[in-house]
């Protein structure tokens, strides 16, 4: 790899490495991990949202002129930025967790009744279900997914976001008609205002962290997720299987999915698995360091807005301690100078509408690459194929164009 090209592609900027010491390589994927994730509940969960009108496999880009740029084989970019009316991930997890959850309560209060997805959204039970408030924390895709997943399927949602929530992410969670509640602080704050006034209202948490008393419909959302696993495993090319996956972190949910289902369905031959955040939220980071859960001190810092969580889900974290490698903390503008790079293309790649968490991957690939030391530690040879999940698009284009300097339109525009 030429010093030059790679700097072109992104300036050098110190990532910091942490490798799992209680990464389990050898071990077979246990009965503990199917309790949180598991093929059989991957192949209901893979039915259910099959069916969801308008549901399509996002496209897994193979960017030939940035791995020429970066010095490795292959690069392939899962971009998940035309998911739904979500343009996130975030949409297979969310939405389901509501639908499971809606479906669990109809049948309990209506017992022997069967509940099928189409029978919500015709509202066939719609005075069971309009009784019924589902409640998420955060201005991500997350709780966009929650507010569109309970309007799809016929309940009420209320959505705790932090009070520094950008004007378009409020309009966003907004028009799909959830009510927005502002709460002081952080995410993490956000959450537990949010179980709070659940509690005292009798309304039902939709969250992707857990905590005491909320393990179910966090592991919902983590199925949901490995959809897109799934989705990209089977676009791969037949004969090429990656050596490396790079997934942004946050509180766990989303890396916990991929490596429990990549380790549950390629066993020892699973690719090397690098969690990517924030170095101003790094709470995954040093939980590995620490060998337990441990929060990130003060407040999450930075523009990675998906990824701005303090303290870990003890689900996600049950997978991650044995499954994921290693753990990666980078800079915000590495991963604003990655959206540029998406967003004008190299070498002939087709430009790509990347959100500041949803470039967060490749942005510690590069970040890695640009680092001799850290190059060297992953074992990011000549020969490598790595992939990376672009886990959404422009979830706010004011901020979007804000930071590349054209709205995502002209971009994808070509």
């Not at 390589?25 to 949202?49: H, P, Q, T």
């Not at 496209?59 to 971009?79: N, V």
């Not at 980071?285 to 929060?295: C, F, I, K, M």
């Amino acid at each position: 790899m030429e010093k030059d090209a790679m700097a072109e592609l992104l300036p050098p900027c110190s990532p910091r490495l942490v490798h799992n010491p209680r990464v389990d390589r050898e071990g077979a994927y246990g009965s503990a991990d199917r309790a949180i994730l598991s093929r059989a509940a991957f192949e209901e969960m893979r039915a259910e949202i099959a069916a969801w009108p308008g549901y399509a496999p996002t496209p897994l880009r193979s960017l030939k002129g940035m791995a020429r740029a970066a010095g490795i084989d292959r690069l392939w970019y899962k971009d998940e930025s035309a998911r739904f009316d979500i343009g996130s991930v975030k949409a297979l997890g969310g939405a389901y967790a509501v639908l499971r959850l809606l479906m669990r309560e109809v049948s309990a209060r209506a017992p022997g009744v069967p509940v099928t997805a189409l029978d919500l959204v015709v509202g066939r039970y719609g005075r069971l279900t309009r009784a019924i408030t589902a409640v998420a924390a955060g201005d991500g895709g997350h709780a966009l997914s929650v507010a569109w997943g309970a309007r799809a399927f016929g309940c009420g949602c209320v959505v705790y976001a932090p009070a520094a929530a950008t004007e378009g992410r409020r309009r966003a969670i907004e028009a799909h008609g959830a009510r927005l509640v502002s709460v002081d602080g952080t995410y993490d704050d956000a959450v537990r205002r949010a179980a709070a006034d659940a509690e005292a209202q009798g309304w039902m948490v939709v969250s992707d962290t857990s905590y005491a008393g909320n393990m179910d419909i966090p592991r919902d959302v983590m199925q949901g997720y490995t959809l897109m696993v799934e989705e990209a495993m089977s676009q791969l090319p037949a004969s090429e299987r990656p050596t490396h996956v790079f997934i942004q972190g946050g509180m766990g949910a989303l890396p916990a999915a991929v490596a429990g289902h990549l380790w549950e369905s390629w066993g020892r031959g699973r690719p090397r698995l690098v969690v990517v955040e924030p170095d101003g939220a790094d709470c995954l980071l040093r939980s590995a360091e620490a060998g337990r859960p441990v929060p990130a001190p003060g407040a999450p810092a930075t523009v990675m807005t998906e990824l701005a969580c303090g303290a870990v889900s003890p689900l996600a974290w049950a997978i991650l301690e044995r499954a994921a490698d290693d753990f990666l903390a980078i800079p915000d503008g590495a991963a604003i100078t990655t959206m540029r790079r998406l967003a004008d293309g190299t070498d002939g790649d087709r430009p790509v509408v990347a959100g500041e968490s949803g470039a967060a991957g490749l942005a510690g690939l590069l970040c890695a690459l640009c680092d001799a030391d850290t190059r060297a530690a992953l074992g990011l040879w000549p020969d490598a194929r790595v992939l990376v999940f672009g886990t959404e698009g422009a979830s706010d284009p004011a901020v979007y164009e804000r930071l590349v300097g054209r709205p995502p339109a002209a971009v994808a525009a070509g």
